[in-house]
């Protein structure tokens, strides 16, 4: 066995491992969980097949058929990952855990871009009911710059249809309630 055709076929393996953080990236990007659930589909799929490619032109047949690997990185990915290390004869315990450890990273990063984004609709929405209850037709249109001040407070910009970027503060009382409060700004309500 050639060791440089070896880390040449392992190029997809690494992908593989880290193809749950693109989860993250196409939902902040989207904010669409499907779409994000179907990169990183396409992506893990893709580097499996080339990955079992590779392991096979090396001489390497991997023990688990096609359709074992499929099930595994559909169902539970550390274990493609644990059954492909014990294949390539890799410390198989070590990528295991480090496969756990990228799940569990993608999981906290992706509940904070929720919670973030519940957040500004929720508080686009409160901001619109409260222009609403004032008989204005001025609307939310979007939450920037959401910014965390201290446990359960938040700074932020909505972006009004009146053009005017409303200073307002969010504070999350748990069990999905905030309450908001806008930035006083002169003749703006008028």
Known sequence: MNAKFIKKTDLYFYLYMVAPLLFPVVYF?????????GAFYALAFI???FD???LIKIGDIPKTGIVGSVVRTLFFPPAYVFLRAE???MKKWRWFLTAIAIALVTAYISSTIDKSESIKTAACEITTS???DRDSDVKCIVVNDLEKVSGKYYR?????TNGVD???TIEDRGDDYIYVTLAPLNNLID
């Open 29 to 37: 990007i989207s904010n669409n969980d499907i779409v994000a659930c």
């Open 47 to 49: 580097c499996m097949f």
């Open 52 to 54: 079992r490619k590779g």
């Open 87 to 89: 294949d390539a004869g």
């Open 130 to 132: 409260i222009f609403k």
């Open 156 to 160: 932020a910009k909505a972006l009004l």
């Open 166 to 168: 409303m200073p307002i």
